[in-house]
């Protein structure tokens, strides 16, 4: 029974994280055409006028865009509370092949911060 549930659970994991790579992908392609819009306008050497109705749609999109994947974070979350419920709160699920990032990563502890000392201006 416990490996069933695992075999669905990384099943879930998988179609997951395609999601959220799917969603991420859509936000960078999104956005580069969002940026690349009034740069090819500028260079065209065409008004400020043209175009400017499909960067504001464009816009939206990446708003939209940001919102789905809120909810698909929050699908992500909901999830891992699920996988607690059916007794997979211990194994990991859907090895992609990269650790999740830490989420502390890059903070100063208070151990690690160097005191700033004075220094001639000669």
Do not use: N, W, Y
């Not at 999601?19 to 050497?45: F, N, Q, S, W, Y």
């Not at 789905?68 to 211990?90: D, F, M």
């Amino acid at each position: 029974m416990l490996k069933q549930r695992r075999m669905v659970a990384e099943q879930i994991a998988g179609a997951l994280f395609e999601a959220e790579a799917a969603i991420d992908a859509a936000i960078a392609k999104t956005a580069t055409l969002t940026g690349v819009m009034p740069a090819l306008r500028r260079e065209a050497g065409a008004s400020a006028l043209i175009g400017q109705d499909a960067v504001e749609r464009a816009s939206q999109a990446i708003m939209a865009l940001a919102e789905a994947r809120r909810a698909i974070v929050e699908t992500h979350k909901e999830l891992s509370v699920a996988q607690s419920q059916i007794g997979l709160g211990a194994v990991a699920l859907g090895d992609t092949g990269q650790e999740k990032p830490d989420p502390t990563a890059g903070m100063l502890t208070a151990s690690s911060r160097r005191r700033l000392r004075a220094v001639s201006a000669a």
